[in-house]
């Protein structure tokens, strides 16, 4: 379920932002970075709050608030959290507004919205800076459904298209 909207932020972020060197889900690296295998920094884990509660928009689409929180990790020798503001703040300027798209262009959100951010501090040289984001997610689960006289196929992200028996198509908002 979550996989479009990963992929779409870690598209968006390699695109606007090429100084993040690794993108990953959020499994609490930060906390244990000692034990874990050599990560190239400057990082950015991506957790998805929870829950998550959709709502049915149609017989066809639901949507959802959907809240991001971005781990912006950096190893550092400096006593000062300024490298992990100053990425916070790059990141943050390239993702302001847009939004999540699919491989294909298509939309999956509505534009990112910074609500909160956050500096981390008790990890030694490991500077980590958060960023939540809010958007609305779409998520659309049958794109096309057969009948035996009619055909109904997405149009757009607002309607849906019927085909009647005069081979001609009429708008039915969703």
């Not at 889900?25 to 998805?48: D, G, H, I, S």
């Not at 992990?84 to 300027?93: N, T």
Request: aromatic fraction near 14%; charge should be neutral; hydrophobic fraction near 30%.
């Amino acid at each position: 379920m979550y996989t479009p909207y990963y992929e779409a932020l870690e598209r968006l972020i390699t695109t606007h932002c090429p100084d993040v060197k690794t993108i990953a889900y959020y499994n609490c690296q930060y906390k244990r970075y000692k034990e874990l295998k050599p990560t190239a920094f400057p990082a950015c884990y991506v957790e998805f709050k929870q829950p998550i509660e959709w709502q049915d928009v149609s017989q066809f689409q639901q949507t959802a608030q959907l809240n991001i929180r971005l781990h912006l990790t950096q190893y550092s020798i400096s006593d000062t959290p300024f490298e992990a503001f100053s990425l916070g703040e790059v990141l943050y300027k390239a993702i302001h507004g847009k939004r999540l798209l699919d491989s294909d262009g298509n939309t999956l959100s509505t534009g990112l919205s910074r609500t909160c951010s956050e500096l981390i501090t008790p990890y030694d040289q490991i500077k980590v800076f958060c960023i939540t984001l809010f958007t609305q997610v779409y998520h659309q689960e049958i794109t096309s459904y057969q009948k035996t006289t009619h055909t109904l196929r997405v149009a757009s992200q607002t309607a849906w298209l019927r085909e009647s028996k005069k081979g001609d198509f009429l708008e039915i908002p969703l």
